[in-house]
């Protein structure tokens, strides 16, 4: 077992620190072009969280110069003026990106919102042209937290070809696009889910662990294989000795005695998925322009070249 000052930290902050930089370089590389990456993001209603989400994502796309084009809708707004919105923005060859703030109130049909976003639009990952194309293997705009938990494993382990990893959650958002990402990267992979039998034995065989279930501190050390890495992609406000405070869905201080590396809530996988987001407002606008190629190692993140 591993105590705790051997344990790598990762820091979220710092990935996402890197992926800005190399966006606002590449935004930098685009606007030599004549194109000025633009995000809009669509907020319905005064739901606190999501207002706090929207404001993060407002600044990153400040400080990587993408332009952000707010629309801050009133709670009552209906589905069909939402889903009119939308289709101005489709049509607007100066958006690149569309991101709807979830959750929506409840007299409007998420789904049906989601798949009226432009695929070349949908930053999110989320319209099932992007999810069919995931799967595929093609190059598609992807889900941002999974897309960030590959960076973070990626980043801490290096090439994953051949590791188990095992997936606790089966949400469209992250469980069902994150085991497709490992697939793609030649893990072996399983998902766990509210049905699996013998949930901790599976989770016990992975070398890698990616929890989303939205269940406080859910898994402990006895789920853990010594030594393997966890990403921890649960955020949950939980109340303890009279005040609030947020925690994972993994029982940070139990598992920091056998695993090798972890991620921290917070500042583990939530700065990256705003960091991926705006990287997908950069993939999404080179994908509008199929004669303009970025090309995709670090090293080469601003070069553009016409094709």
Not at 56 to 83: G, P, Q, Y
Not at 264 to 290: C, D, E, F, S
Request: aromatic share 2%; proline share 5%; charged share 20%.
């Amino acid at each position: 077992m591993n105590s705790s000052c051997s344990v790598n930290i990762i820091d979220g902050k710092a990935a996402a620190a890197r992926v800005l930089n190399d966006v606002r370089d590449a935004v930098s590389a685009l606007k030599d072009y004549g194109l000025h990456p633009a995000l809009a993001v669509v907020l319905v209603g005064h739901d606190p969280a999501s207002q706090v989400y929207v404001r993060n994502k407002v600044l990153r796309a400040k400080e990587t110069s993408i332009r952000s084009v707010e629309h801050k809708l009133a709670a009552e707004t209906t589905e069909s003026d939402l889903l009119g919105l939308i289709a101005d923005l489709n049509a607007d060859p100066t958006i690149n990106g569309i991101l709807v703030q979830l959750p929506l109130p409840t007299h409007i049909n998420e789904n049906r919102v989601l798949q009226a976003i432009a695929p070349l639009k949908d930053v999110d990952g989320f319209h099932s042209e992007n999810v069919g194309g995931l799967s595929q293997g093609r190059e598609v705009l992807t889900p941002c937290t999974p897309n960030g938990c590959m960076h973070l494993l990626q980043d801490t382990l290096g090439d994953l070809s051949g590791k188990h990893a095992v997936v606790v959650g089966r949400s469209n958002i992250v469980g069902k696009p994150m085991a497709a990402l490992l697939l793609k990267a030649n893990c072996t992979v399983t998902v766990v889910h509210s049905r699996s039998v013998n949930a901790g034995e599976l989770c016990r065989q992975a070398d890698i662990v990616v929890v989303a279930v939205g269940r406080p501190r859910m898994l402990d050390a006895s789920w853990l294989k010594p030594g393997c890495v966890v990403i921890d992609v649960g955020i949950n406000r939980i109340e303890e000795d009279g005040r609030t405070r947020l925690v994972g869905d993994v029982d940070f201080d139990s598992a920091l005695r056998v695993v090798s590396a972890i991620t921290p809530v917070p500042g583990g996988v939530g700065p990256m998925t705003i960091a991926l987001l705006m990287k997908n407002t950069v993939t999404a606008t080179r994908l509008q322009h199929p004669a303009l190629t970025i090309h995709s190692t670090p090293a080469e993140a601003t070069c553009l070249s016409i094709s």
